[in-house]
Antibody, heavy 119, light 107 residues
Framework: QLQLQESGPGLVKPSETLSLSCNVS??????????WGWIRQAPGKGLEWIGS???????NYNPSLKSRVTISLDTSKNHFSLTVDSLSAADTAVYYC???????????WGQGILVTVSS | IVMTQSPATLSVSPGERATLSCRAS??????LAWYQQRPGRAPGLLIY???TRATGIPARFRGSGSGTEFTLTISDLQTEDSAVYYC???????????FGPGTRVEI
């Protein structure tokens, strides 16, 4: 059974860099059929796609965040990561990692991790 | 592509039927998914390809539509269906997934 688990800090300071990891079990990220991505949800708000990538290709990012985010995959550890630079309070959100069918829709999600940006 | 959903909130009684609407600012074909997010939980996939139920989703969840107009119909509503429902399009290339603002269903 596929499981995804986010990990990382719950509190980061403005202007700093956020690094999150998503550990995948029950499936290999080394697959042609699925990509792996991140979504976030600000408190009380809707869902915002951050970006996704296949194990073999370049990442695709939301243009609104592209200049500040990086997604990378580590097939040896079967996990993938997200970094977000130049944080501000507007980046406070629950961050979810997930598996995507192709680059279309998320069919599995992690439980999410709340990240608060505050000094 | 901008996604809109209506109504913002829907209050229904157990056993009734709920009809949720999702509209795209331009045609997305059938490249549309629906998700359910219960309070305090991660979203879960309900429907993809506008009308195909995801694994394990009961038949009382039905998706329909194409182009710019889509509907999620939930029949025989149960208390565990209380959630926010989001639509998401995946028509864009390069990928730019966008979600609707959600419809809250209160049972």
């Amino acid at each position: 059974q596929l499981q995804l688990q986010e990990s990382g800090p719950g509190l980061v300071k403005p202007s700093e860099t956020l690094s999150l990891s998503c550990n995948v079990s029950g499936d290999s990220i080394n697959t042609d059929s699925y990509s792996w991505g991140w979504i976030r949800q600000a408190p009380g708000k809707g869902l915002e796609w951050i970006g996704s990538m296949y194990y073999y290709g370049k990442a695709n990012y939301n243009p609104s965040l592209k200049s500040r985010v990086t997604i990378s995959l580590d097939t040896s550890k079967n996990h993938f990561s997200l970094t977000v630079d130049s944080l501000s309070a507007a980046d406070t959100a629950v961050y979810y990692c997930g598996r995507m069918w192709q680059l279309f829709y998320f069919d599995s999600w992690g439980q999410g991790i709340l990240v608060t940006v505050s000094s | 592509i901008v996604m809109t959903q209506s109504p913002a909130t829907l209050s229904v009684s157990p056993g009734e039927r709920a009809t949720l609407s999702c509209r795209a600012s331009q045609s997305v074909g059938i490249n549309l998914a629906w998700y359910q997010q219960r309070p305090g939980r991660a979203p879960g996939l309900l429907i993809y390809g506008a009308a195909t139920r995801a694994t394990g989703i009961p038949a009382r969840f039905r998706g329909s539509g194409s182009g710019t107009e889509f509907t999620l119909t939930i029949s025989d509503l149960q208390t565990e269906d209380s959630a926010v429902y989001y639509c998401q399009q995946y028509e864009n290339w390069p990928p730019l997934l966008t979600f609707g603002p959600g419809t809250r269903v209160e049972i």
